[in-house]
């Protein structure tokens, strides 16, 4: 596994995509998430997907070229329609405006409709906080989630990503995380090594809670804490989807297959000026203090530091770099 | 255990709580609260909190007379202090400036601070909904939670509701809940009764994952689903209480003395007009057809018709009876 700096990751990245048909500021926007992904250790939402992107690029099922529509139909709301272009340009797009409509309400929705996969919803919370707001963020998903006593995959993992600015342009603390108990890529792992899963994790087609991988891909996924994470992951789907106009979970067509509609998916996020209050920092101070000074504990995000260079999977550095050559 | 009609418990609870010193209007305001608690089974959050309702307004812990002072300090941003003063009054006296803030700016906030316990965080939320609007709610508590991996309380139960117009006047879907595995209650019970407890409810005073309820009222309660759970008590505790400038959780003193400084706490509503999406209501029509569609499947608070009248423990009725006769 060689190690590559994230300066190269990106760069292949952005040739990558290039070569198959996006824009340049499309691809240094994806490709910034590409390198976050992979400095944070977060590899299922880094190199991994740019072969799927640079396919459906060239099958349309992605627009590499699409340029992202901004309104604001009310003073605390900016809607970007991403136009089934990627999901990165389409924040980037009405950041700006987001930002200036956080400050001058105290706070404000920004909702992306008809995107490509977001992947990591923290790159983006993040960039809320980095600029001195807290930062939630939600978005849908594909269906693999059943509800509570049920078998149908009605909602996906929605991840839900909250973070918090430190005031000095950084981060404070961040979560980021799916509303499922796990990721369907626990269970195909499982299934591949031959391994039972964990009881929570998922149901068989018949809804009944499995430890077998194989019937659990039959099946669906678990919500995260039951009740409780499906009304969190509900709560997702609403605000991202239904809000957006955007499609459903329950009816995205797989999300890696090169060819059929676009993801179409929504993102909602809520930006809420922390000037407002009386004493933010000192507030977070304190608890950040409390936690520090009990041993094993930590907030959500700390003790993450990005790494540069990271170690890439050889097959994996080698389709990057062959889909941006030639 | 007698059944009791919703307004003999309504007009017992204003009789009660008037007797020791709260304005009319205050009473009729909490007793509200106290009747739909009632009315969905929430022993908790009902009759059970009248006694020392009637105590703390005895000792000043909570003014009775208290007004709310309702600001704007952002056109998105309604700021309520309760003064001490009981939440459920609070919330109403800056609900009308939120509503019409949310409908002009598209999503508006309506803080609550330095208020006493608000109980069911529903309640709020799904009046939030009976307006029109989509209604997300978050309040902090009496330090009882601890981090992943911690042994201290940093955090309270630090509940989280969300509440879904029906389009009618009604709420579609509610959720509410707290982000700890449970309640302190359930170990309290479980200690009287010599029971244990499910693993991954608490820790012993070690920090160690415990079984037995003793142990876990030395120590502390676990977040639900752990590090999840524990990301969304933070992000109550961050929104209640360190935006409003309230006290923080850790710092709260025993909610059910008689005397001591007041709760204190905060509370963050966020209020989203679904009129500003395509088809809100088209989109979670949807989801609520594939829900139905899956037997053993619901939506969250669907099925909970409120009733009318309820049974009343006979020594909890006859102490409600007696603090508002004489």
């Known amino acids: 596994m060689p190690d590559v700096s994230l300066d190269e990751i990106e760069a292949r990245t952005i040739a990558a995509l290039t070569r ?16 976050e992904a992979e400095a944070t250790g977060n590899r299922i939402c880094g190199l991994y997907y740019v072969e799927s992107y640079c396919r459906q690029l060239g099958t349309g099922r992605v627009q590499g070229q699409a340029v992202p529509v901004v309104t604001r139909p009310r003073p605390g709301l900016v809607a970007v329609d991403a136009a089934y272009g990627f999901a990165q340009p389409a924040f980037a797009a009405g950041f700006p405006a ?15 409709a008809h995107s490509h996969t977001a992947t990591a919803m923290g790159y983006f919370t993040g960039q809320i906080a980095r600029a001195g707001m807290v930062g939630l963020g939600l978005t849908n998903a594909s269906p693999t989630v059943a509800a509570p006593g049920g078998r149908k995959r009605v909602i996906g993992t929605n991840p839900i990503a909250f973070s918090v600015p430190d005031g000095q342009g950084g981060v404070a603390m961040q979560f980021d995380f799916s509303t499922s108990a796990t990721a369907l890529g626990s269970i195909t792992m499982a299934a591949e090594a031959g391994e039972a899963i964990p009881e929570g994790w998922a149901v068989d087609a018949e809804g009944r809670p499995t430890t077998d991988p194989q019937a659990a891909l039959k099946g669906a996924l678990s919500s995260a804490g039951g009740y409780k994470g499906w009304g969190f992951g509900l709560m997702a789907e609403l605000l991202a989807a239904a809000m957006t106009g955007s499609v459903l979970s329950q009816n995205v067509h797989p999300l890696r297959e090169d060819s059929g509609p676009p993801h179409d998916f929504g993102q909602f996020y809520l930006l809420i000026d922390p000037a ?11 608890i950040a203090a409390a936690v520090a000074a009990d041993e094993g504990a930590r907030l959500p995000g700390q003790g993450r530091a990005p790494r540069d260079p990271v170690g890439v999977p050889q097959d994996l ?6 889909l941006g050559s030639g």
């Open 317 to 322: 550095w080698d389709t990057v770099v062959a």
């Open 98 to 112: 987001a930002l200036e409509a956080a400050r001058a309400n105290g706070v404000a929705a920004l909702t992306v």
């Open 20 to 35: 198959h048909g996006a824009a340049p500021e499309v691809a240094a926007s994806v490709a910034d998430a590409v390198r």
């Open 276 to 286: 407002t209050a009386p004493d933010f920092a000192g507030a977070f101070g304190q």
